[in-house]
């Protein structure tokens, strides 16, 4: 092995009983390089990294020969586990919310690596950690440092498992999806700062993204892989310029395209209007001070929707997307006025309330985290209709559940499985069947293919535009990716701290932006011509 090889798998092959997860993987990470590697989801990306580290469950069949900094460390003990990783080695985890500890604070978490890996307590490890937050461009670190998990946004806590990452100067930082909940603009700044950690300190960089935008921009080498093989690997230009396998050629060509169905214009009342809506949030009151002012999260602000049209909401994390989403649907308390169908929710509650959510649906996020790891397929569909329509006997039940998963390109067969057996894209189509089944007219759709690979960001796009013209739906559509939004949304709400920066027709808006604010998410979306 070279002086310069950082990290090298060989024949890496990775089994979960008799089903091979990798077979027969060779990649290699030099000092001070960044590969990626590439591929749809389920391809084995991050089960290689996992497995390599040991991190897989006991009892996976791992074969091949692994070697960091010149070690082998294919049969190390715990102990020296425990030394290797977070130490030597960071890893940033795909899903932030799971990966940090809910029970503690921030500051706790980071802490807990400082200690652990360079004996720092006390003052000297606060000092770190706000150092740490400053690094990955958190704002209020004095707030974050005592904030919880769920008090942050998605893009908030991408950024401290990222701070974790790097706590301890590693030698290789694997970074699994480090992007997928940020907005472009913080996008850019992750990985330029990734980009100047691994320049000052001669890092090795080994990052796992569908992000081929991203991939291009940043990666010495890319490896490509597909169903547990890898198919092609060279120095990034020459992949991305002359791909040789036709696998390859296809991801490069999955960017979001064409454009929704125009709504039709027949002059009728807004499916949904806000007037003046606004969203604070309390302070706690400090012992023996005033309490200090809300913090506000949305200024006032106007907006409306038609029928079977879709506006999109951007904006950097923290702007205020997900709470203003929240709050024109109940979720959250707020202030003005809003109107669905014409009639007045914001004066509504209890059962009256009750009955106007049939007519509107969200998508969470993350579709994982928002369906239960205890229920079928079946039974997660069909929840909300059972709970809005008692009165359906269980074979018009059955008909609604099949309705709703062609809706979504899933067999009617899939209702007994579980959302563990899916994968990521179908789980986004289980979460959308679960809105459908109440026929509504408006879904708010937060990030609904920020987690998904590009082919499969492609698939969704087609699915939601054909449900739109179909079913005639509205939509609310959250995102950070501006070639998903061209791609989906008639005009575009741009929010900034809360604030609306402008508002527009889609195509108008982003070829011609007024503010300084929106040429830069546009900047750093590096968006294609339509």
């Known amino acids: 092995m070279s002086d310069k090889r950082l990290f090298e798998l060989r024949q890496l092959t990775i089994r979960f009983g008799a089903q091979a997860a990798v077979t027969a993987l060779d990649l290699h990470v030099d000092r001070g390089e960044t590969v990626a590697v590439v591929g749809e989801s389920g391809s084995g990306k991050s089960v290689s990294a996992l497995g390599a580290l040991g991190l897989l469950p006991a009892g996976t069949d791992i074969q091949g020969e692994r070697y960091f900094d010149g070690r082998d460390i294919g049969?190390?003990?715990?102990?020296?586990?425990?030394?290797?990783?977070?130490?030597?080695?960071?890893?940033?985890?795909?899903?932030?919310?799971?990966?940090?500890?809910?029970?503690?604070?921030?500051?706790?978490?980071?802490?807990?690596?400082?200690?652990?890996?360079?004996?720092?307590?006390?003052?000297?490890?606060?000092?770190?950690?706000?150092?740490?937050?400053?690094?990955?461009?958190?704002?209020?670190?004095?707030?974050?440092?005592?904030?919880?998990?769920?008090?942050?946004?998605?893009?908030?806590?991408?950024?401290?498992?990222?701070?974790?990452?790097?706590?301890?100067?590693?030698?290789?930082?694997?970074?699994?999806?480090?992007?997928?909940?940020?907005?472009?603009?913080?996008?850019?700044?992750?990985?330029?700062?990734?980009?100047?950690l691994r320049d000052r300190h001669d890092m090795g960089l080994l990052l796992i993204s569908h992000d081929l935008n991203l991939v291009r921009r940043h990666a010495d080498r890319v490896v490509v892989m597909r169903r547990g093989e890898r198919v092609e690997t060279g120095p990034t230009p020459v992949v991305f310029d002359t791909p040789q396998a036709a696998y390859t050629r296809q991801l490069i060509d999955a960017i979001p395209s064409g454009r929704p169905t125009p709504p039709e214009q027949d002059g009728e009342t807004p499916l949904l209007a806000a007037d003046r809506v606004s969203v604070a949030f309390p302070r706690p009151k400090p012992f023996l001070r005033p309490r200090p002012p809300a913090f506000v999260a949305v200024e006032p602000l106007s907006l409306q929707l038609r029928k079977g049209e879709t506006l999109g909401i951007v904006g950097e994390s923290g702007s205020g997307k997900t709470t203003l989403a929240s709050a024109l649907i109940r979720l959250l308390p707020a202030s003005g006025e809003i109107r669905f169908a014409g009639q007045r929710l914001d004066t509504l509650s209890g059962d009256a309330l009750r009955r106007q959510r049939r007519g509107f649906q969200i998508v969470f996020q993350d579709p994982y985290g928002s369906l239960s790891p205890r229920m079928p397929v079946a039974d997660i569909i069909s929840e909300g209709l059972r709970f809005h329509h008692p009165e359906l006997d269980e074979s018009t039940v059955a008909e609604r559940i099949a309705e709703a998963l062609r809706d979504v390109d899933l067999p009617p067969d899939c209702g007994d499985r579980y959302p563990h057996e899916f994968s990521g894209g179908q789980r986004q189509r289980i979460a959308i069947a679960r809105a459908l089944i109440l026929k509504p007219s408006l879904l708010v759709l937060d990030e609904p293919t920020s987690a998904l690979d590009r082919t499969v960001q492609k698939q969704l796009i087609e699915l939601l535009r054909n449900v739109q013209a179909r079913h005639g739906l509205a939509y609310l559509f959250i995102s950070h990716d501006l070639a998903v939004v061209r791609a989906m949304a008639h005009n575009i709400l741009v929010l900034k701290d809360g604030k609306v920066v402008e508002q527009g027709e889609c195509e108008g808006l982003l070829e011609n932006p007024q503010s300084a604010y929106t040429r830069a998410l546009i900047d750093a979306s590096s968006l294609s011509p339509p």
């Not at 049969?75 to 985890?93: E, K, M, T, V």
């Open 75 to 196: 049969h190390l003990s715990p102990r020296q586990w425990n030394a290797l990783r977070g130490g030597q080695i960071g890893f940033i985890f795909q899903e932030p919310m799971t990966s940090l500890n809910p029970l503690h604070s921030v500051g706790k978490q980071l802490g807990e690596t400082l200690r652990l890996h360079q004996g720092l307590r006390g003052e000297a490890a606060r000092r770190r950690i706000k150092e740490l937050l400053k690094q990955v461009r958190l704002p209020r670190v004095e707030e974050l440092i005592s904030a919880w998990p769920h008090q942050l946004s998605g893009g908030q806590r991408q950024r401290v498992m990222i701070a974790m990452a790097i706590a301890n100067d590693p030698k290789l930082l694997i970074a699994d999806e480090p992007t997928t909940a940020l907005d472009v603009t913080v996008q850019q700044e992750i990985l330029a700062l990734l980009d100047d």
